[in-house]
């Protein structure tokens, strides 16, 4: 049996337990469009914000990969979704989980998206989600290989330069979610479990009610992953030809995980200020 036609076949189980494994609600079942971007104020590079620490950062590059995602009828979301990643990866118990109240997925988008999040230019996901007719109070974002595949993506893609006072910093960098970010001590299948869990945004509020004939908007700001970098950090970074910084997340380079690259890897998984849901009729 070939991959795609497992892949299928499994797609099909997800969506029949996702979308019907709870009571029947008598609930009107569609297909809905959804699309990603930028924030709606961005027009393309360049991009200049100013950091909370004073930097002046000019984005001449930030691309996104992320998909599926999932839409939760409950503001905790449940522990176990039924998705066809958990055929593939065994579900992570997320530390501290007393806000992950019983939920259950109302709406999902099996696939996976590529975008500038420079610009406000929205970019079609390849497949139409699936959804029924009950109210959306949370969402997940979560970042895996498509389609199951071994190959991890670039979760973000960024150059740009930081200026403060007279430090003027040309960077650029790419961020995995690898086993780069697992603490250490994690290893067999705890490492794997946490591998999963780092992998989802989990608890992004967003309240809609959707319907048929409907489309599901997903915007990112990629300001906030910026909020608390210090690019003073960079200096003994590797650099190009040009002096341009290469950020770096491998704990096994002799130049360990630098702290921007850290505030990036933190705001791509913050649940509150990057990712914003929005339902249009």
């Known amino acids: 049996m070939s991959g795609s036609l497992i892949t299928r076949l499994l797609r099909a189980a997800t969506l029949a337990l ?8 008598g609930s009107e079942r569609f297909s809905f469009r959804a699309v990603a971007g930028g ?8 991009l200049t914000f100013q950091t909370e620490s004073g930097w002046n950062v000019t984005l001449s590059e930030a691309r996104v990969t992320l998909g599926p995602i999932y839409l939760n009828s409950q503001a905790g ?4 979704s039924a998705s066809i990643l958990n055929f593939l990866v065994k579900p992570a118990h997320a530390q501290g989980a007393s806000h992950l109240e019983s939920g259950r997925v109302v709406g999902e988008v099996l696939a996976q998206v590529a975008f500038d999040a420079l ?8 497949t139409l989600g699936s959804m029924v007719s009950e109210p959306v109070r949370t969402a997940e974002v979560w970042f895996y290989p498509a389609d199951g595949g071994a190959q991890v993506p670039v979760a973000l893609r960024v150059r740009g330069r930081a200026e403060r006072a007279a430090r003027s910093v040309a960077f650029r960098g790419d961020l995995l979610l690898n086993e780069d970010w697992v603490a250490s001590g994690n290893q067999g299948a705890r490492g794997a479990q946490a591998l999963a869990d780092l992998r989802k ?3 992004i509020a967003t309240v809609f009610q959707p319907s048929a004939g409907g489309s599901l908007a997903l915007r990112f700001d990629v300001r906030r992953l910026f909020r608390g970098a210090n690019f003073d950090s960079l200096e003994q970074n590797p650099s190009d030809a040009d002096g341009t910084k290469r950020l770096n997340q491998s704990k096994d380079a002799n130049v360990p995980q630098d702290q921007v690259m850290v505030n990036l890897y933190q705001g791509l998984r913050q649940s509150s200020g990057t990712y914003t849901f929005s339902w249009h009729e």
Request: net charge negative.
């Open 39 to 46: 924030n709606p104020e961005f027009s393309g590079a360049p």
């Open 119 to 126: 610009s406000s230019n929205l970019v079609e996901f390849p």
């Open 18 to 25: 996702a979308l019907g494994c709870s009571p029947s609600t």
């Open 77 to 80: 979301l449940r522990d176990e």
């Open 201 to 203: 945004v989990r608890g």
